[in-house]
């Protein structure tokens, strides 16, 4: 059985692994068994494993940013989300990134910037999401999203994605993740 | 059966659902199905229920920001994550992130501002993050986490933040998202 090796000091020794609920490629749960640093045992620490996905801060030349409105059964309403998705198989991150952009929006954009790779859930895992602002974007095709139910791209100017950062209008975990971030990053860029 | 209202024109319909893991109260997993709105059906959707949590970016007095490094088993690694916890219960948001910050750092503030409250997947539900700001924080007595394994408190400087959350240190999703926000709050209440 893996054995944990971390940056730290100490590891964690899993004992057993038990597969509870497979719905592969979408999710996998588990059941673990874990032996602390202390000798301490916990049984039954539930692994959420979900895909990795990629999302994107796309900055138009027009200066407007593209977002996807969408039904999301997680939590029974629309959302207004930046566009994402899950990379396919063993998919490079930045072509996922693009992939995904061009598929729900139609953009398409010359400059990416990596902003970071982040577990949604560091205690059960819950997917690793790849966060990309792309700048100088523009639309070269129609949205072609594939996506079940409905779906529609509103594309919202550079002022008021802030203004809805702020305000409690972006609920999605990894759309205002994304979002700081790029916002972050775009300040520090205007600053040098 | 639960009917899905939302604020589109249209809703979903839960046909049935199964429960498949209960971990209460860490985790409920279910198998849903689904009617959608063009009439199609989606079976064994998973929904992966987990409590809600606060976390809390703490402004101190002098200039420091405290984090939390600690053995997290979804990664087999540790983290460098700002204070946050689950919420007890019916427990007041606010009243939740003040006790994590105490539990985990033993430092309190005076101010504190809301920045949203966040799903971790809208697909899949994964728990709601509700994201603080507190500033003029100060160590009032030393840190009692309670939490297993191994587990130390870094204050780190301001601008050492802004670094960590650009230069991939921080890895936790609910962090870099709890971060990005609050760089940005106070970033434009810097300006105004």
């Known amino acids: 059985l893996e054995e944990i090796r971390t940056v730290g000091n ?14 592969s490629p979408f999710a996998k ?24 996905f990629a999302i994107v801060f796309a900055l138009m030349e027009d200066g407007r940013v593209p977002f996807v409105r969408q ?4 939590i029974r309403a629309y959302t207004l989300e930046l566009p994402a998705g899950h ?4 998919e490079d991150a930045l072509i996922g990134a693009k992939r995904e952009l061009l598929e729900e929006t139609g953009v398409e954009a010359p400059d990416w910037q990596f902003l970071g790779k ?4 560091a205690n059960r895992h819950c997917g690793w ?7 100088r974007g523009g639309q070269v095709r129609q949205p072609d999203p594939g996506d079940l139910g409905e779906f529609a791209v509103e594309f919202l100017p550079f002022d008021e994605v802030q203004h809805a950062l702020t305000s409690g209008v972006l609920i999605s975990g990894p759309t205002a993740l994304c979002a700081g971030l790029a916002l972050n990053a775009l300040s520090r860029q205007k600053v040098e």
Chains 1, 2 share one sequence.
């Open 10 to 23: 100490s590891h964690w020794q899993i004992l057993d692994r038990r597969l509870l609920v497979d719905r």
């Open 87 to 90: 990379l396919d198989g063993e």
């Open 71 to 74: 039904y999301r059964l997680g």
């Open 29 to 52: 749960i588990y059941d673990e068994d874990v032996k602390l640093t202390n000798g301490e045992t916990i049984t039954n620490f539930v692994r959420v494993e979900l895909p990795p």
């Open 118 to 121: 982040y577990v949604m859930d």
């Open 129 to 135: 999401c790849y966060a990309y602002l792309a700048t």
